[in-house]
Structures are given as structure tokens and as C-alpha cells.
């Protein structure tokens, strides 16, 4: 009942902004209006910015100016992380995070991998994830990927750094 309420409500406030016409090019926009003294500031991901974009007369979306996403900063949130590896035998245990690291990056150069020292354990986590699904997801996919030290793999909680586009 929630989500069909929902659903009526983005659809009035687009026959609203059709009516009114409104020079924003996505709905997101017109919801972060400046009214009175308040603001709304919507984070979403880039692809959903895309998606929700009302289309230019040459036929392409204006909500992003073009598919090169530009980062101007990063925020720290709470999200989830996947730790791949956390030993602590002191002889070998940097060397087998570094070199575990390479290889996720070999697979997935888009995902940051990040190795860190807590005495006394030399740990491997992987990826800024806002969600435990998106976490889970890739979880999933290492552990296809990577099967001999897929036992040791699971998601954590921690600060993540997330784009702001």
C-alpha cells in the first residue's frame, strides 16, 4: 500500500511539474528546490540521476553532462566492506594481503582494495558498499572468483567513502 501511495505521489508531482513547466531536467531536481528556508538534498547514484533525466531535443538524458563521471569529493558514511583476508603471522602475512590484493584488482580494477595493519593482524578488505546487498552481491562474485580463500571472506561494517558526483 506504502509503495502505491509512493507511486502516486511521483506521478502527481510530475503532472505538477508538466503543468508547470519546469525548467529542471529531472524530477530529483525539482525535489531539491529551495522553498522558504528549507532544503532537500537527495544523494543517489549517477545511474539513477540518468535514468530519471528528461531527454534533450538531441535525444540525450541532461541530468549528467556527460557518461564521464567527474568525483569532486568523497563523503565518509556507514556501509559495509568485504574482508578477503586478515592474518597475523608477521614473517608473510603483508606480503599475502598485497598479493591478494592484486589479484581482486586484476579482476576488478574499478574496486578499491585496502590493506591495513591493526596489531597484530594484516588485513584485506575490498570495496565501499552503502548497502549489505550491494556487499553481498560482490561477496558472492569473489567467492566464485576466488574459491581457495573463499572460506575466509566475509562482509564487515565499517566507514565507507562514497562519491559525491
Same mark, same amino acid.
Given at each position: 500500500m506504502?509503495?502505491?501511495l509512493?507511486?502516486i505521489?511521483l506521478?502527481?508531482i510530475?503532472v505538477?511539474?508538466m503543468q508547470?513547466?519546469?525548467?529542471?531536467?529531472?524530477? $530529483?531536481q525539482?525535489?531539491?528546490?529551495s522553498v522558504?528556508?528549507?532544503k532537500v538534498k537527495?544523494?543517489?547514484?549517477?545511474?539513477?540521476?540518468?535514468?530519471l533525466a528528461?531527454?534533450n531535443?538531441?535525444?540525450?538524458a541532461?541530468a549528467?553532462?556527460?557518461?564521464?563521471?567527474?568525483v569532486s569529493?568523497?563523503?565518509?558514511?556507514?556501509?559495509y566492506?568485504i574482508?578477503?583476508?586478515?592474518d597475523n603471522?608477521q614473517?608473510?602475512s603483508k606480503?599475502?594481503?598485497?598479493y591478494?590484493?592484486?589479484?581482486?584488482?586484476?579482476?576488478d !580494477?574499478?574496486?578499491?582494495t585496502?590493506?591495513?595493519?591493526?596489531s !597484530?593482524f594484516?588485513?584485506l578488505? $575490498?570495496?565501499d558498499?552503502?548497502?549489505?546487498e550491494?556487499?553481498?552481491?560482490k561477496l558472492?562474485e569473489?567467492k566464485?572468483?576466488? !574459491?581457495s580463500?573463499?572460506k575466509?571472506?566475509?562482509?564487515?561494517r565499517?566507514?565507507?567513502r562514497?562519491p559525491?558526483?
Amino acid at each position: 500500500m506504502r509503495k502505491l501511495l509512493f507511486v502516486i505521489s511521483l506521478l502527481e508531482i510530475a503532472v505538477v511539474m508538466m503543468q508547470a513547466q519546469v525548467a529542471d531536467t529531472s524530477i $530529483v531536481q525539482y525535489l531539491e528546490r529551495s522553498v522558504g528556508t528549507g532544503k532537500v538534498k537527495i544523494i543517489q547514484d549517477a545511474r539513477l540521476s540518468s535514468r530519471l533525466a528528461r531527454a534533450n531535443t538531441n535525444g540525450t538524458a541532461s541530468a549528467l553532462p556527460n557518461n564521464n563521471k567527474i568525483v569532486s569529493s568523497y563523503i565518509t558514511v556507514n556501509g559495509y566492506r568485504i574482508q578477503v583476508f586478515s592474518d597475523n603471522n608477521q614473517r608473510k602475512s603483508k606480503d599475502e594481503a598485497n598479493y591478494k590484493a592484486q589479484l581482486i584488482r586484476n579482476l576488478d !580494477p574499478t574496486i578499491e582494495t585496502y590493506v591495513s595493519f591493526t596489531s !597484530p593482524f594484516w588485513r584485506l578488505r $575490498v570495496g565501499d558498499f552503502r548497502t549489505y546487498e550491494e556487499a553481498n552481491t560482490k561477496l558472492r562474485e569473489l567467492k566464485q572468483a576466488f !574459491p581457495s580463500f573463499a572460506k575466509e571472506m566475509r562482509i564487515v561494517r565499517e566507514s565507507v567513502r562514497v562519491p559525491q558526483y
